[in-house]
């Protein structure tokens, strides 16, 4: 039990271009989900936190209007890069909570390559 | 602040031998620590987590780990290793907040000889 699954698992695009990043929770409701950013040899370092019909609460230093995180329902969020650049390009994990303090189920992350 | 560290970035040992992973934190309270272990193409799997209580924590996968306040570290520890353990871990503390937010050391690197 407790499956996060995220889509795509890799993606490339373009500079100045959008992309979106799925995050579902497959066997439960998560009413908090986690955006983790990771870099090469690095710890996850924690982007932002949302709540099912709430904004997120981003993180000192991670641009809102950068980063749109969307907890659409329960068992979904969004991450989407907008006017992504080369410096973007990272490992970005999720993870989903059903409520229990730091009970965090991790999604296998997505590679994300800006060209 | 609160931070992590994990002294070590990348561990060999033989298979069947014994295996410690270090993990040091600085954080003001009381900490909740946890250990995870992250395989190629998986998520984070939680191996073990202390919040109170006895020291010595048990986990999944043949996992222990100890808590010693007096050396704020919580180090892992296996008494013998598969292959199958060959993997990246991280060491994190919970930092509270409402949603339990987590800090993660930059991991180790386990590597497992035949």
């Known amino acids: 039990g407790a499956v996060v699954s995220q889509h795509p698992s890799w993606v490339i695009c373009k500079s100045g271009t959008s992309v979106k990043i799925e995050c579902r929770s497959l066997?439960?409701?998560?009413?908090?989900m986690f955006w983790y950013r990771q870099f090469p040899k690095q710890s996850l370092m924690l982007m932002a936190t949302s709540n099912e019909g709430s904004k997120a609460t981003y993180e000192q230093g991670v641009e809102k209007d950068k980063f749109l995180i969307n907890h659409a329902s329960l068992t979904l969020s969004t991450l989407t890069v907008t006017s992504a650049h080369p410096e973007d390009s990272s490992f970005y994990i999720c993870?989903?909570?059903?409520?229990?303090?730091?009970?965090?189920?991790f999604g296998p992350g997505t590679r994300l390559t800006v060209t | 602040a609160q931070s992590v560290t994990q002294p070590d970035i990348h561990i060999t040992v033989s298979e069947g031998a014994s295996l410690e992973l270090r993990c040091n934190y600085s954080?003001?309270?009381?900490?909740?620590l946890f250990w995870y272990v992250q395989s190629p193409g998986q998520g984070l799997q939680l191996l073990l987590k202390y919040f109170s209580g006895d020291t010595l924590v048990q986990g999944i996968k043949g996992f222990e780990a100890e808590f010693k306040r007096s050396q704020s570290s919580f180090n892992l520890r296996k008494p013998s290793v598969h292959w199958s353990d060959a993997a990246e871990y991280f060491c994190a503390v919970g930092i509270g907040g409402s949603q339990g937010n987590l800090i993660f050391g930059k991991g180790t690197k386990l590597s497992v000889k035949p």
């Open positions: 066997d439960f409701q998560a009413t908090t």
């Open positions: 954080y003001g309270a009381t900490p909740y």
């Open positions: 993870s989903a909570s059903w409520g229990g303090a730091y009970e965090q189920y």
